[in-house]
């Protein structure tokens, strides 16, 4: 009886239906707004885009000032600090000289002169010899051919047809009695042929091609040797690179300036040089930061997007010499500069599908390819701009 009292007088916890049905209103409201939240927060669309570039090439002008001064200048525009590097090389080298094969005119040949007298058989040079064809071969020296023996000498025929290109034969001296033709005379071992000769002759092109190769040489040693002496981030600018030759000598016995400076049987020569080499100490990269900087005005319109291509550029430079704004050099050159122009309102991408959103932006021109990346929930592009992010490769 006590325990049904006890159980009486506690309170009920029975919620009425009227609070149950507000409680489960507020808390749909509750997870609708955190979908609603979590539905901005986390729809954004990512939208990639490749314009369609053109190519151009477009020229420049910077001017280097020496650089102990540059922080003094007050125009800095299109100017960059640098240094003017100077060294003197020498080498000397040995080259070859320029050979020709020489085909000779006249046939020639050796003969075996036989004297079976008992007394030596003086020739004088241009002696006769004539062949059983009556071709006359002249000896090119003189000889005396020893009592009961015999001499070789060298001899050339007396025209240049081919007639004289004759095979082994007996020879007479028509020049003797015929008493002594029987006792001296002559004959070939081998046949007469007209022969070929190598010449060397240095000429004025091979002086030219000995002191290109010399000149590069004492340019690279003279890059290496300039290199120590540079500061951080400077390089050499290879376009700036100038010689004066302050000495060249070549070999003693050839004289510069004519067509064929000796000619002989020397292979080689000697050319000795002496160069006086110069070169532009810069930071190419401040160079292009500074011609980037410098655009020309019809590049920096609104929408107007420009990319410059670094390995593009190309140099010439012109020294400056004795001024009174302590200019060293004026670099100009050209460079490949990509532009295209895009005006992209993101208020007309709002809600679009990202089939539409394609649409409409191959549809402004001068765009090469569009992706659009949505999240997986929806196919539409949010409602808010701010959740439309553009990215231009």
């Known amino acids: 009886m006590a325990k049904d009292q006890l159980i009486k007088n506690q309170p009920s916890k029975i919620i009425k239906p009227g ?24 729809s954004q669309a990512e939208i990639e885009i490749k314009p369609d570039y053109l190519k151009q090439q477009v020229g420049f002008a910077v001017q280097v000032i020496d650089q102990n001064v540059f922080a003094e200048t007050t125009d800095n525009s299109q100017k960059i600090p640098g240094s003017l590097k100077e060294i003197e090389v020498q080498a000397a080298r040995e080259f070859p000289a320029s050979q020709k094969t020489v085909a000779q005119a006249k046939a020639s040949g050796e003969l075996v002169v036989h004297n079976d007298y008992g007394q030596p058989q003086p020739l004088v040079s241009r002696t006769r010899f004539q062949s059983p064809e009556g071709l006359i071969f002249r000896s090119v020296e003189g000889i005396t051919v020893p009592a009961k023996g015999q001499a ?32 001296v005379y002559a004959a070939s071992l081998k046949p007469m042929a007209k022969k070929t000769s190598t010449k060397f002759e240095i000429t004025t092109a091979d002086v030219n091609r000995a002191t290109a190769e010399l000149k590069e040489q004492l340019t690279a040693e003279a890059r290496a040797e300039l290199a120590k002496s540079l500061t951080e981030n400077q390089s050499l600018l ?21 067509a064929s400076l000796r000619s002989g049987q020397a292979e080689k020569f000697t050319l000795a040089l002496k ?58 050159g050209e460079y490949n500069l990509t532009v295209t122009s895009l005006n992209i309102n993101k ?47």
């Open 19 to 42: 609070y149950r049905n507000l409680v489960i209103v507020f808390m749909s409201l509750a997870l609708v707004l955190i979908v609603l939240i979590l539905y901005f927060a986390l």
């Open 152 to 183: 070789t000498v060298a001899v050339e025929a007396d025209g240049t047809e081919a007639a004289y290109e004759i095979g082994p034969a007996k020879f007479i001296l028509p020049a003797l009695s015929e008493w002594r033709k029987q006792y």
């Open 238 to 258: 290879e376009q700036s690179f100038s010689s004066q030759t302050l000495e060249a000598k070549v070999d003693p016995s050839a004289t510069a300036g004519s």
């Open 275 to 332: 160069l006086k080499i110069k070169a532009l100490a810069i930071d190419e990269n401040q160079l292009k930061q500074q011609v980037g900087a410098n655009l020309p005005e019809i590049y920096k319109q609104r929408y107007t997007l420009t990319q410059i291509d670094p390995s593009s550029f190309t140099y010439e430079v012109t020294y400056l010499e004795h001024n009174s704004e302590n200019l060293l050099a004026q670099i100009k």
């Open 347 to 393: 208020t007309e991408l709002k809600g679009l599908s990202a089939k539409a959103a394609e649409a409409y932006l191959k549809s402004l021109g001068q765009i090469k390819e569009v992706r659009v990346r949505l999240p997986f929930w929806t196919n539409y592009l949010p409602a808010l701009e701010d959740k439309i992010n553009i990215r231009i490769k």
